[in-house]
Antibody, heavy 117, light 110 residues
Framework: EVQMVESGGGSVQPGGSLRLSCAASGFTFNTHWMSWVRQAPGKGLEWVANINQDGSEKYSVDSVKGRFTISRDNAKNSLSLQMNTLRPEDTAVYYC??????????WGRGTLVTVSS | QSVLTQPPSVSAAPGQKVTISCSGSSSNVGSNSLSWYQQFPGTAPKLLICANNKRPSGIPDRFSGSKSGTSATLDITGLQTGDEADYYCGTWDSSLRVFLFGAGTKVTVL
């Protein structure tokens, strides 16, 4: 059974940092692009970043460039998102997604990040 | 304002059909595969359509997708009260190097 479990969310003050993790199981992790997608309260979906199978290609939305870093550890079947200099507008549920846009995507249940003073 | 344009809402009576449009450009809808997602409040999005018109296993054939040029549509036939949800289109943009979502369409069953 495919599972992807996000962790690391929580409350942080503006300017702070958080590291999100996604533990994947039930599929061959190192053969899939992986992404982070977020959804602010009451808002639509926003793709944040993605990374290719071996970590050599990464892309991200302009609003997080220079602040967020996506990475993966294929030995541990794990995806991460290091989030620095957090802003209130980063408040959202963050989803770990396998193969977004592909033929076999899979979404985790998400983890909530709240940035507030 | 989203690069992919969807109507904010559509509605119809039970048993009827609704069509949700998703309009983009040559660098996104026009050149990459499009997906459609269904989302209920408080839950993760669920894939309805991938590769423009393919239904994953378990998705009823009441849901169908199509694409022509820089526009795509999701049709829901035989509308049921359980179809009330938000629907998003999504695709890669080859020029911007980002994955795009439409702003979402709320389906209401009258």
């Amino acid at each position: 059974e495919v599972q992807m479990v996000e962790s690391g969310g929580g409350s942080v003050q503006p300017g702070g940092s958080l590291r999100l993790s996604c533990a994947a199981s039930g599929f061959t992790f190192n053969t899939h692009w992986m992404s982070w997608v977020r959804q602010a309260p009451g808002k639509g979906l926003e793709w944040v970043a993605n990374i290719n199978q071996d970590g050599s290609e990464k892309y991200s939305v302009d609003s997080v460039k220079g602040r967020f870093t996506i990475s993966r550890d294929n030995a541990k079947n794990s995806l991460s998102l290091q989030m620095n200099t957090l802003r209130p507008e980063d408040t959202a549920v963050y989803y770990c997604v396998r193969s977004i846009g592909g033929g076999d995507p899979f979404w985790g249940r998400g983890t909530l990040v709240t940035v507030s003073s | 304002q989203s690069v992919l344009t969807q109507p904010p809402s559509v509605s119809a009576a039970p048993g009827q059909k609704v069509t949700i449009s998703c309009s983009g450009s040559s660098s996104n809808v026009g050149s990459n595969s499009l997906s459609w997602y269904q989302q209920f409040p408080g839950t993760a999005p669920k894939l309805l359509i991938c590769a423009n018109n393919k239904r994953p296993s378990g998705i009823p054939d009441r849901f169908s997708g199509s694409k022509s040029g820089t526009s795509a549509t999701l049709d829901i036939t035989g509308l049921q009260t359980g179809d009330e949800a938000d629907y998003y289109c999504g695709t890669w943009d080859s020029s911007l190097r980002v994955f795009l979502f439409g702003a979402g369409t709320k389906v209401t069953v009258l």
